[in-house]
């Protein structure tokens, strides 16, 4: 099983990015999918989850901003980041649970700044 994430970069204030994580090896189909990210110095915080059922989860500070969403047949989830803000700089990491083990993805690296 592997997660590829990408789409990160540089962004000005109030810009987007989309993120994408490709699933190899096992079918998302049937399994919840979450966005992680971590500042320098921070602990690693869950920023949005969507269930099997597309039913949508987000951390407080993204909401009203930040979409996740997937597509089954790509076998990828996306995460669409929008009025991007300093302190959303972040490691951006996706994350699944399989058979009661987490796979995570190697992080993309998402950079706001002027």
């Known amino acids: 099983v592997q997660l590829v994430e990408s789409g990160g970069g540089l962004v000005q204030p109030g810009g987007s990015l989309r993120l994408s994580c490709a699933v190899y090896g096992f079918s998302i189909r049937a399994n919840a999918m979450h966005w992680y990210r971590q500042a320098p110095g921070t602990q690693r915080e869950l920023v949005a989850t969507?269930?099997?059922?597309?039913?949508?989860y987000y951390v407080d500070s993204v909401k009203g901003r930040f979409t996740i969403s997937r597509d089954n047949a790509e076998n990828t989830v996306y995460l669409q980041m929008n009025s991007l803000k300093p302190e959303d700089t972040a490691a951006y990491y996706c994350k699944t649970e399989i058979a009661w083990r987490d796979y995570w993805g190697q992080g993309t690296q998402v950079i706001v700044s002027s």
């Open positions: 969507i269930s099997e059922r597309d039913s949508a």
